[in-house]
Every structure is written in C-alpha cells, then in structure tokens.
C-alpha cells in the first residue's frame, strides 16, 4: 500500500525541515554580527584631489603625478585580508587586516570597515592612499660638510603588487655599494616574501638572498625563514682627536645561511613561540696583518697602510671563527595593538604595541660542515629579548631589551672561556599629549644605553649623528658603551599648504655620555649635551613618513652654542617607526637567528 511509503516521505520531508530550521538558528547564531557578502576595494592615488585647493598653483601637475603613478591593485588589497566573502565577521579579524596592510610603507593611509546591510549581512570596505613609490634619490649628508652619499632609483609597488625593484650606489662613510634589490611580498601568490640584493662594495661583493614566511598578524600560526648572505667589507673605527686621521678600517667577510620553522599556540594576546632551525656563520678577516689601513679627512676613498701602532690596536678585536649551530626558540607573547594618530607621524596613523613579551633564542654548536677556513668554535650562543608597554590615561610608556652572548667551552683558549662577544641594549621610550588647546604638542622622551663587553669581533659607537646627540657630528666621542636620554616636543601646526602636506616644529634636547670599555680607540667622554630645533614635513598630507630640518649646537664643554650643526634627513630616527634596535650595534650582531622571523613587538 502506499499509504505508509507516503508516511514515510512526509517523516523525511519533516526532518529535513526541521534541519532546515536548525540550520539557519544556527547560522544565526555562527554570525552574531552577520555574514559577509561584498568586499570592495577603493585604492587612492598619491594626491587626493578634493582635498587639494581649486586655486592653488601648479594643481595640474598633482594630477599629472596621479596619472602617471601605478595604483596599488585591488585584487593585491583583498588578498591581504584575514577575512573574504562568505565569512562571518570578525571585528578582531578586520582590525588585524587593516595593520597588516598599514605595514607596507608604499600604502600612506589605510582603512578597513564594515558596513552593515538590510538583510543583516556586512560589506567589507578597503579605503586606502597611495604613498609616492618612484623614487630618483640623491643622497646627501650635512654632518662636517655637505657631502654627496649616492643616488638610487627604486619603484616600491611595480605593477601596484608591492613588487620592489631598484638599483643603487651608496658612498657613507667606509661602505660604497653598487647594486640592485627585487623584493616580492607575495611570491608566487602566496605570504611568502622574497628578496635578493647583489652588487659590489669597496673591497669586494655582496649578495643577499633570503624567503621569509612570516606569521600572519596576531593570528598566523606557522612561520619559516631561509637566508643566505655574503659581504666583503670594511669595518671603520673612529679616531678621536688624531692630529692628521679621521678613521682607522680593517677588511672583514661576513658569511651565513639559516634556516628557521617556528610555530604559535594559543590565541592573540596570549601567545607561546616556538621554533627550532639551523645555521652557519663564518668571520674573516683577510690579510688584516697587512690591510689595517688609514683615513685622512674622512676620505675612505684615499686610504693608506697605518702605522704600527695604529694598526696593532685596530687588530686586537679579529678574531676569525665559524660555527654550525642548532638553534631553538621559546617566547611568550602578550601584545595587542593600540591605534594612534600622529605619534611618529604628523597626521598618519601608527599601531602602538602594548603589554609584554619575552623571546629567548638558544644555539648550540655542532660539528657540522667544518671548514678550512676560520677556527671552529664549540660555543651556546643565547638572545634574550623582553618587550613592555602600558597607556595609561595620555601616556605611552614603552621598554625593550635585549642581551646576546657566546659562551664558550673549557676546551677553548684559557682567555676565550665563559661569556664572549656580550652586546646588550635597553631604551624607553614615553609619549605624552596634553589636553585641550595644547593637543597639537607631543612630548616625547627617549632614554637608550647599549654597550659591548668581552668582544672578540669588532666594535665602536659613537655619541654624535641624529640618532644620538645632534649637535655633534656622528665621529664624535668613540667607546665601547654608551648612554643617551632625549626629550623633544613636535608640535604640529594647522597649515597644510593648500591641502597638500602636513607641517610640524620641534624643539629637544639630548643628553649623553661613551665609555672606553674595552674596544680599539674608545674614551670616556664624559656628559655631553646639545640643544636644537626644526621643522618637520610629511609630504602628501596623511603620509606616515617624515622629513626633518634641524639645527643643533653643543649645549656644554669649550664649544657651548657655537659651530651649529645643519642635519636633513629624509625619515624620522626615534620613535616607534624606526624601532628600538641601534644601528651601530647592528654591525657588530654576528648572528642573525630569529631577527625577522619572530615578530617585534612593533610588527605582526
């Protein structure tokens, strides 16, 4: 009979509605805040011309500019997205999306909402400008004199996919570069990020060769490196006071190659790193017997054998090694990120990281790949980094360190046992903005100390440049360890010439003294303290980046307010947007384990 076939469709029938029904509560109750059904994508030029004054001269030439430059393509914007359509909304998601894409530097502004529909699903809205990416730069220092230091030629977005490419000659000081860079942030449609530098240096060639998987934001749970490096060099100290020398330079090769895998768990705020890799260095320092060399006037084009004397005490600080390493990872991460406008930046937007974190990096040497070349050492080689950050009220309060060492075993020479090539830095940085009429001022307040001790490799800083006292040039007070306390205010001001730039002032003082310690040619300097002003200049209005103007002048000692010192510089030295990590300690670093792959607490 059919009457209970048909009993048995309508029971069919019933379930799969009542399915049915349990399934859109459910999908209800999957996406509190709806579904996401429409991403669009406005990706802005450099200038924004509604924002640009009808009557201002030369306005055609901003549109000219517009036409001529390659916007950042939509399809690369919505790649980057930790959210596509089909999803439920994930406000934390979207939030992390937006800072990953304000990590590019060729992007000046970056916004990513949501925009709630009738229906209750959600459209996705990616706003962003474009930064100026071709770029015909001549480099040039104002420190003793006007000196000319280069000239490159870079594209930073080719086809608007964030394709580097670029060729470059770079005269600073003892290193001169010729050569040329192509980066991809997306190789082969991936995450996967790509980069190769090849060319010639004073002495010799370097190459650079290196893919990096980051993790993704807050929420990427794997990440791999693979880097391998070599660079014929010269390495300068500074002579302080020398009747006839500026510099002293010995020739150094530097050679590594690593690879890293590292891994996350738990959730964003609350995070453990793991990792675990290998690697191989090697430090040389060819015919330096022979090749220690002189430096007159800071010409280190015109160099010639130095003396004796000189020569001996610029080599006691070569000592060649090469090492395999295993090398392992630990870290706890409890970082979230807290949106401010013109901290660093006149008006543009910066991620400020704030909570704590504690890396650890610990390699051991192995007995792998022995070479015929430097000594092989039988080391531990230990990175400890800690990071925190508060904002209380109008405050930013934030604190990094960072201690590395080789220790090394009794079977070494009786004075290379225990704890060698030591570097160590710490610096706090504190933001303050006051209320009401004064809320264009923002204090800022640096204090940084860095030093090395029982080194084996070379290693100089200096108290002078922009990073650290400006009122002295960078040669200025040479030591092994050093100290340095900035305060500042930027003042940002309401013109914006016609809508096309931002403008600031600024007024700092900078305090700090070197330590001989125990490297070639250090002093003890005592306190040293400059005084300046400038102006600062972001240019288009919005950008992230800075320029800066300034005039300083010793504050103290037989030169007090005289022989003022006229620096630019095309970006912005302290602050978040530079980072805590000094660049004269970062040449003397002979390992580069986990630097990039386990984010910074200023990056994702």
């Known amino acids: 009979m059919p009457f209970p076939h048909c009993r ?4 069919l029938a019933w379930c799969l509605a009542a399915l049915a029904v349990s399934a859109h509560h459910a999908s209800a109750q999957e996406c509190p805040n709806g579904r996401i059904t429409n991403i669009f994508v406005d990706s802005h030029s450099i200038f924004d011309m509604s924002q640009i004054d009808e009557d201002i001269r ?3 030439a901003y549109s000219i500019a517009n036409s001529l430059h390659a916007r950042t393509r939509a399809d690369f914007l919505e790649a980057e997205l930790l959210q596509q359509v089909g999803d439920c909304l994930d406000m934390f998601l979207l939030e992390e999306s937006e800072r990953i894409l304000r990590q590019y530097d060729f992007l000046a502004r970056v916004d990513v909402y949501a925009v709630p529909q009738p229906d209750g699903s959600q459209h996705i809205l990616v706003d962003t400008q474009d930064e100026w990416t071709t770029e015909l730069s001549l480099r040039f220092r104002f420190d003793t004199g006007v000196d000319f230091e280069g000239i490159d030629l870079t594209e930073e977005n080719f086809l608007g996919k964030g394709i580097l490419l670029g060729g470059f000659w770079r005269n600073r000081r003892e290193l001169r570069d010729v050569g040329w860079r192509v980066g991809a942030p997306r190789t082969f449609g991936t995450r996967l990020n790509s980069e190769l530098l090849v060319g010639d240096t004073r002495v010799g060639s370097f190459f650079d060769q290196r893919f990096t998987y980051p993790f993704v934001g807050e929420v990427g749970r794997w990440a791999a490196r693979e880097v391998y490096s070599r660079r014929e060099t010269l390495f300068s100290y500074a002579l ?26 738990g959730n964003a705020g609350n995070l453990v790193l793991f990792g675990v890799g290998i690697s191989r260095e090697e430090l040389r320092f060819p015919d330096v017997a022979n090749r220690v060399e002189a430096v007159i006037n800071s010409n280190f084009g015109d160099r010639s054998p130095a003396s004796p004397e000189i020569a001996t005490e610029a080599q006691r600080l070569t000592r060649e090694t090469a090492t395999t390493r295993v090398n392992f990872l630990v870290g706890k991460r409890n970082i979230r990120f807290q949106r401010e406008v013109g901290l660093d930046a006149l008006r543009g937007v910066q991620d400020v990281p704030l909570g704590t974190e504690i890396a650890l990096t610990f390699g051991k040497s192995i007995g792998f790949l022995d070479s015929d070349g430097p000594t092989e050492v039988d080391d531990i080689f230990t990175r400890l980094r800690l990071f925190g950050g508060v904002a209380p009220g109008r405050w930013i309060l934030t604190a990094g360190v960072t201690v590395e060492g080789r220790h090394f075993s009794d079977d070494e020479p009786m004075d290379r046992t225990g704890w060698r090539d030591v570097l160590a830095e710490a610096d706090a940085y504190v933001y303050w903005r006051p209320k009401g009429p004064s809320g264009r001022h923002t204090v800022f307040t640096r204090l940084s100390a860095a030093g090395g001790w029982n080194m084996d490799s070379p290693l100089q800083l200096t108290l002078g440049g922009p990073e650290q006292l400006r009122g002295f040039h960078l040669d200025r007070f040479p030591g ?27 007024v700092f003082g900078d305090l700090g003294r070197t330590w001989a310690g125990d490297v070639p040619f250090g002093m003890n300097s005592g306190w040293q303290s400059t005084v300046g002003a400038g102006i600062r200049i972001g240019f288009p209005k919005g950008t992230r980046s800075v320029a800066r103007i300034d005039i300083a002048v010793p504050a103290n000692g037989p030169n007090a307010f005289r022989g003022p010192m006229l620096r630019f510089t095309a970006m912005e030295f302290l602050g978040f947007r530079i980072g805590f990590a000094d660049q004269q300690m970062r040449r003397s670093r002979r390992t580069s384990v ?10 994702g």
């Open 480 to 506: 092994g360890r050093r100290v340095v306390a900035t305060i500042e205010d930027r003042i940002l001001l309401g013109w914006t010439g016609g809508g096309m730039l931002d403008l600031g002032l600024t």
């Open 240 to 265: 302080e006071d020398h009747p006839t020398l500026s510099h002293v330079v010995l020739p150094v090769e530097v050679e590594r190659a690593e690879v890293t895998v590292a891994g996350r768990a």
């Open 8 to 11: 048995l469709f309508a029971f």
């Open 58 to 60: 030369f306005r055609w």
């Open 594 to 603: 986990a630097s990039t792959l386990l984010p910074g607490p200023a990056g």
